[in-house]
Each structure stands twice: as C-alpha cells, then as structure tokens.
C-alpha cells in the first residue's frame, strides 16, 4: 500500500469511521429530568380546579360511614374518569358548567371553594346547586351511583364494597 500523508488506506478508514462515530454521539447529553407525574385524568379533562370540586362532590354526596364505603373507598371517581374519556365524554360541558356553577355558589354563600367547605356547608351548598340546576344535579348523581355500584370492571365498585353495602353477594366461577 502506498503511503500518502504519513497515513495508509486503512488508517484513513479507521480515523474516519471513529470521527463519524464521535460525531454521531456529540458531547454527553445533560441527564434527562426525572419524569413529571400524570395529571389524573379527570384533572387533565376538567382541570385541577373542577376536578377537586368533582372529588368534593362525590363525596359528599356519597359519604362514607360505618357500614357505607364512600365515594373515595369505593372508586367512584375511578368510574367517572373512565366513562369522561370514553362514552360520557358527551357530558363534559355538563360537568364543566355544573362544576363552575357548584363553586360560585359555594364561594357566594360559604366564602371559599367547594372542595374546602366542612361536610355540613357542602351539603346546603349541594342542595342549592339541586335546586338551580336540577338536570345537571341528577346527570352527576346518577354518575356518582353508576360509580358506586357498577361492575368493578368499569373502573369504580372497587373491590365490590358499593354492592356489600347494598347487601348484594357476587358469587365468583373459580
């Protein structure tokens, strides 16, 4: 092989070869973030605001007591996220007015968000959004009870405590 430069054929390839690849990777990257946590899903479609007031909501229109799980225990919001990205997602206006309306009257007549009010204001304040809007009332009621007691499949009933507490028994096929 002849020499040109001081360098033979295969030399030449061999620097270029690593030039590419050194070129390729470029100075070192700076770590990646750690990834942010996902807003939950009803939080992503309704906001962080509305959302909180949903979760407030539920809960109090489904407390939980000694022998009643609750909407928390229960899933109920679980279900509600699920349905709002699939077959509801219809009725996102309607809970984005509902929702609105339920905080205006509860910073109106009980001076701070719905989501901060103690149980006993929340429930006037309910009671209110009933009277003014009642189909929307009875839109969300009927979510919240859908939640409660639907196949756990769907997302809510978690580990069917909304049919123990109506004292229904699901018999499982082993």
Known sequence: MTRRAGMTRRQLLA??????VAVQSG????????????????????????????????QTMLPAGAEMPGA???GVCEYIERALEGPYSRYLGVYRRAL?????LARAGAGGPF??????RARE??????????????????????????????????????????????????
């Open 115 to 120: 989501d901060s009010l103690p149980a006993e």
């Open 100 to 104: 609105a309306e339920l905080d205006s």
């Open 72 to 74: 928390d225990k229960s």
């Open 15 to 20: 620097a270029a070869a690593a030039a590419g």
């Open 27 to 58: 100075p070192a990257a700076p770590p990646a973030p750690a990834a942010a946590a996902v807003a939950p899903v009803g939080e992503r479609l309704l906001g962080r605001g509305p959302w909180g007031t949903f979760r407030a909501l539920a």
């Open 125 to 174: 304040v309910v009671r209110k959004l009933e009277a003014s809007s009642p189909e929307d009332f009875a839109l969300l009621r009927q979510h919240v009870l859908e939640g409660f007691l639907s196949d756990p499949v769907h997302g809510g009933n978690r580990d069917r405590l909304g049919w123990q507490a109506v004292g229904l028994v699901h018999k499982h096929k082993d």
